[in-house]
C-alpha cells in the first residue's frame, strides 16, 4: 500500500492454528464459528503476520517476525500448533528485494512465540543469535520485564531464546508508553493482551493506518465483546478497543489485523451498533 510518504507491505511467515474458544474468550462458539470455522481439534486457521514499513527516510521497519525455522524439527510444537510455513518472512522480503541485514529497525507488539520467534536464528554453531543482523529491536520496557520474569500464566508463550540474545548482542531499545520513532511512525502501548503490548501507528498526507497486532487479530474480533481468553487484561483490551475503534471510524483509519488468513487490512463501520470491517475494503 502506498500510504502517503510510507510504503507499507503486509508479510506473512506462514500459518498456524489456536483454539477457537481461547481466540474468542466468553463468545460462544455457535456465534464466533460464523466466521471462523473450526477444525477437527476446535482450532481456527491464523496468518503470522508481518509488516514491513518504508520510511520517508528511506528506513525499512519490520513489525513481529512470525515463528522462523527455530522450530521445525519440533514434531510436538508443529502438531499442537498445525504450522504451515510454505512461504517464510525471509521469502516475502526477497520478494521485495531484500535480504535480512537490510531491515533497520525491528517493532515487537509483544514477545510471545508466534510474534517473536523470528527475532532470533539459530547460527550455524546452534546458537541463537538476532536474525536481522543490522537491526535494532524495539519494545515496551513492561514487556521485556514480563517476558524475562513469566508466571504459570503466561511463561508458555515466552521462549527465551526468542529474545534473551537480543541484550546479549546489545540490539535493545526499550521505551515506555506511546512513543514517536520518526515524523509520522509511531507505538501505540495498548496493553490487554499483555501489560506492555504496542500497536503500530502510520500517519501521512491525512492518511493513518495502524497494525493492531493482538489487540485486536482478525477482522472477526472487531465487534466490542470479542475479546480472547488469552488476554492477560481483558477489561484494558475492551477499554483499548472501545477507544482505538471509535477514532478509527470517526477518521476513516485503515485497520491492519495481523492474524486474519482473508482480510488483511479494512476500514470500518458501525451497522446495528456492531463494528464491521466495511464491505468495499480490499481483502
Known amino acids: 500500500m502506498k500510504f502517503g510518504r510510507f510504503e507499507l507491505f503486509p508479510l506473512s511467515d506462514g500459518f498456524f492454528r489456536l483454539d ?89 507488539t509483544h514477545l510471545h512465540f508466534d510474534h517473536a520467534g523470528g527475532d532470533t536464528e539459530y547460527s550455524d554453531e546452534g546458537k541463537a543469535v538476532p536474525a536481522f543482523e543490522k537491526a535494532r529491536y524495539l519494545m515496551q520496557k513492561e514487556e521485556w520485564e514480563d517476558a524475562n520474569h513469566p508466571h504459570e500464566r503466561n511463561k508458555a508463550s515466552y521462549m527465551e531464546e526468542n529474545f534473551a540474545p537480543l541484550q546479549d548482542y546489545r540490539r535493545l531499545e526499550l521505551v515506555s508508553g506511546d512513543y514517536e520513532i520518526e515524523p509520522g511512525l ?76 482473508r482480510r488483511r487490512h479494512a476500514k470500518i463501520d458501525l451497522v446495528d451498533g456492531k463494528y464491521v470491517a466495511k464491505v468495499e475494503a480490499p481483502a
Open 20 to 108: 477457537g474458544g481461547a481466540m474468542f474468550g466468553t463468545v460462544p462458539k455457535t456465534l464466533w464459528c460464523r466466521h471462523e470455522p473450526a477444525d477437527e481439534h476446535n482450532r481456527i486457521p491464523l496468518c503470522l503476520g508481518s509488516l514491513l514499513i518504508k520510511t520517508p527516510k528511506g528506513r525499512h521497519v519490520l513489525v513481529d517476525t512470525g515463528l522462523s525455522s527455530k522450530y521445525e524439527r519440533n514434531a510436538k510444537f508443529n502438531d499442537i500448533y498445525r504450522v504451515e510455513r510454505r512461504v517464510t518472512l525471509r521469502d516475502e522480503l526477497k520478494g521485495l528485494g531484500l535480504l535480512p541485514g537490510d531491515v533497520d529497525l525491528v517493532i515487537n
Open 186 to 261: 509511531k507505538v501505540l502501548r495498548s496493553g490487554g493482551h499483555t501489560r506492555g503490548h504496542q500497536c503500530v501507528m502510520v500517519e501521512s498526507e491525512g492518511e493513518t493506518a495502524v497494525f493492531l497486532g493482538d489487540l485486536i487479530p482478525t477482522s472477526s474480533h472487531l465487534p466490542l465483546p470479542y475479546v480472547m481468553g488469552y488476554d492477560l487484561y481483558p477489561l484494558d483490551t475492551l477499554e483499548a478497543k472501545r477507544s482505538l475503534l471509535a477514532e478509527a471510524r470517526e477518521k476513516n483509519w485503515t485497520l491492519i489485523f495481523q492474524h486474519d488468513v
